[in-house]
């Protein structure tokens, strides 16, 4: 049996030429540089000026600026209502042009 193994040939080892390490150090350098734009999205996305922390400020703001503009319209409701009610107690001021 040795005898037929020793006449089979010995396969040789692969060499490593440029070619193939020129390939691997394309694709390294392509994920390398996904990775990166990866990172730099991911970052601008929850730390940025379009982030998600400003959005949900924005909607937060949002919220107590229309509580602000319902208060003031109760406000304004009871200063008019005062206010004709001054006018409806002295009509001559109503006659010479306050209105």
Request: aromatic fraction near 10%.
């Given at each position: 049996?040795?005898?037929?193994?020793?006449?089979?040939?010995?396969?040789?080892?692969a060499k490593a030429g440029r070619?193939?390490?020129?390939?691997?150090?394309?694709?390294?350098?392509?994920?390398?540089?996904?990775?990166?734009?990866?990172?730099?999205?991911?970052?601008?996305?929850?730390?940025?000026?379009?982030?998600?922390?400003?959005?949900?400020?924005?909607?937060?703001?949002?919220?107590?600026?229309?509580?602000?503009?319902?208060?003031?319209?109760?406000?304004?409701?009871?200063?008019?209502?005062?206010?004709?009610?001054?006018?409806?107690?002295?009509?001559?001021?109503?006659?010479?042009?306050?209105?």
């Amino acid at each position: 049996m040795n005898e037929i193994l020793d006449e089979l040939p010995t396969p040789e080892p692969a060499k490593a030429g440029r070619r193939s390490s020129y390939v691997g150090a394309v694709i390294f350098a392509f994920a390398a540089l996904v990775v990166v734009a990866s990172g730099v999205y991911i970052g601008n996305t929850l730390f940025g000026s379009r982030s998600l922390d400003v959005m949900l400020d924005l909607y937060a703001q949002r919220d107590r600026l229309g509580k602000d503009v319902r208060g003031l319209q109760e406000q304004n409701a009871a200063l008019q209502k005062e206010y004709f009610e001054l006018i409806g107690l002295d009509p001559d001021s109503y006659k010479n042009g306050v209105k």
